[in-house]
C-alpha cells in the first residue's frame, strides 16, 4: 500500500463553487500532513499544513485531518479558474516527506 | 539566500554524458532533498541529506545517479552516461530541522528546479 494516496483526477469544478480534494495515508503515527499546489512547469508551492484533527482555515482554503479514519482533505471555496492546477498531499514517511501522485483540479470560467 | 535555488535552470546534454546539478538550500535549513519528477508524473524521491551525511539513498534509480552534500549547504546531483529515461525535472527542496519530525518548523520549500533533456 502506498504511503499517501490521492485520486488523479481530473476534478472539475464551476467557477465558484467548492472544491474538495482527498488524501489518504497509511502511517497511523504520522503527525503532520502538506497540501502543496503545482502549477503547470512550476515547482510545488505550500499552501497549507495541518498537524491536529480537525479543521483548519486559511483564507479560501481548509485543511481537514481526520486520524481515526486516516484522511485528510483540502476545501475550495469560491474556486476561481487560477485554482487550476495539480494539487499535491504529503505526509511523512521516514525520514522524509512522501508525495501523493497529485489531483489535478479544473476550474471552468 | 532567500528561496532554494538550483542551477543549471535547463540543461540539454547528449546521451551518454555527465551532468550536474546544483542545489542551494535556504541558509540554516540542514535537511535537504532531492526529487524527479517527469513530465505528467508525480513527484520521486531520490535521496535526503540531513547535514552533510545521507540516511536515505533509497530513491536513487541506478548507480548512474549519486550525490553529495559539503559544509552542510550546497548539494550536487551527478547523473553519469545520461540516458533518454533521465529526461526530467530535478527538484530540490530543503527544511529547518529533522527529515523525520515533520512540525510547522520543518515545512519543506522547493526550488525552482533543474529541466534535464537527454537526446
Known amino acids: 500500500q502506498k504511503e499517501v494516496e490521492q485520486n488523479s483526477g481530473p476534478l472539475s469544478v464551476p467557477e465558484g463553487a467548492i472544491a474538495s480534494l482527498n488524501c489518504t495515508y497509511s502511517d497511523r503515527v504520522s503527525q503532520s500532513f502538506f497540501w502543496y499546489r503545482q502549477y503547470s512547469g512550476k515547482s510545488p508551492e505550500l499552501i497549507m499544513s495541518i498537524y491536529s484533527?480537525?479543521?483548519?482555515?486559511?483564507?479560501?482554503?481548509?485543511?481537514?485531518?481526520?486520524?481515526?479514519?486516516?484522511?485528510?482533505?483540502?476545501?475550495?471555496?469560491?474556486?476561481?479558474?487560477?485554482?487550476?492546477?495539480?494539487?499535491?498531499?504529503?505526509?511523512?514517511?521516514?525520514?522524509k516527506l512522501v508525495f501523493g501522485t497529485g489531483t489535478r483540479l479544473l476550474v471552468s470560467p | 539566500g532567500a528561496g532554494v535555488s538550483q542551477s543549471p535552470s535547463n540543461k540539454v546534454t547528449e546521451k551518454g554524458k555527465d551532468v550536474e546539478l546544483r542545489c542551494d538550500p535556504i541558509s540554516g535549513h540542514t535537511a535537504l532533498y532531492w526529487y524527479r519528477q517527469r513530465l505528467g508524473?508525480?513527484?520521486e524521491f531520490l535521496i535526503y541529506f540531513q547535514g552533510n551525511s545521507a540516511p536515505d539513498k533509497s530513491g536513487l534509480p541506478s548507480d548512474r545517479f549519486s550525490a553529495e552534500r559539503t559544509g552542510e549547504s550546497v548539494s550536487t546531483l551527478t547523473i553519469q552516461r545520461t540516458q533518454q529515461e533521465d529526461s526530467a525535472v530535478y527538484l530540490c527542496a530543503?527544511?529547518?530541522?529533522?527529515?523525520?519530525?515533520?512540525?510547522?518548523?520543518?515545512?519543506?520549500?522547493?526550488?525552482?528546479?533543474?529541466?534535464?533533456t537527454v537526446v
Do not use: H, M
Open chain 1, 53 to 95: 484533527n480537525g479543521d483548519k482555515e486559511d483564507g479560501r482554503f481548509t485543511a481537514q485531518l481526520n486520524k481515526a479514519s486516516q484522511y485528510v482533505s483540502l476545501l475550495i471555496r469560491d474556486s476561481q479558474p487560477s485554482d487550476s492546477a495539480t494539487y499535491l498531499c504529503a505526509g511523512p514517511g521516514f525520514q
Open chain 2, 41 to 43: 508524473q508525480g513527484l
Open chain 2, 94 to 116: 530543503s527544511s529547518r530541522g529533522q527529515g523525520n519530525r515533520f512540525s510547522s518548523g520543518n515545512t519543506i520549500y522547493f526550488g525552482e528546479g533543474s529541466w534535464l
